[in-house]
């Protein structure tokens, strides 16, 4: 009886131990009292890059004064207000080809730098009274998630986004996604490929560096050994139940013929 009691104990013990270790894998922001999170003031600065895509619009108080640095659609001329602007492609020099200006170099710049550069450029192609309004929005700012959330490529179009964020619009990861270790993977401007990992369950990723999201960013969220071993386990379940199956029915058959 003593032997029963204790073999019980001892699996309860176990049994709780185990399932301890199993909530600190699914938890989000463990420890996140104890957490400094001074280091993670401040906010997200975009930078420009090759191959993003602009709108610009240029405002005057004199109309037509602005028409001809406007680029036009289906021919009527650009309107920041009935949103028919015309994108500017950045080359991979960094530069975009802008009416009357020519070839201005945005790469590297924030939106508020691209518009002050090319409002300072305005001024001698317009009245001393006229003070151009440039606006510059990033038409091309998204992030692709995939893996164990499914595979979604979310717009942002307020150039502010973090990594919960993310995975809060990817509808949270499954129970099956590893929370310990995501990837993110960014390219710079020269094309070259950088690699992040994040740690969800820890309530340092306020402080992490790669918080916030950047343009074209990707995110892989790596399925847990236990998805690994159940999709492993459940392919040769169909393969043997589907053998065995086949066995049954000849079995069967050659029964049939010897009776």
Known sequence: MKKILLSTVLFA???????CQSMRNYTYFQNIDTVNLAPSKGLPETK????????IYVKTTNAEASKPFNLFTNGSYANADNNNLTGYLVNNDGTINFPVLGRIHVGGLTRPEVEDTIAKMLKPYLSEKERPVVICRLKSYHITMIGELGSKVLDVPDEKMNIIDAIAQSGDLTMYGKRTNILLVREDSTGEKHIHRYDMTKGQIFNDPYYYLKQNDIVYVEPTKQKTVQSSTGQWTTLWLTVLGWATTVATLILSIVK
């Not at 013990?13 to 399932?19: A, D, E, M, T």
Request: hydrophobic letters at 55%.
């Open 13 to 19: 013990i176990l049994f709780f131990v185990g399932s």
């Open 48 to 55: 420009i890059m090759p191959k993003d895509e602009l709108t």
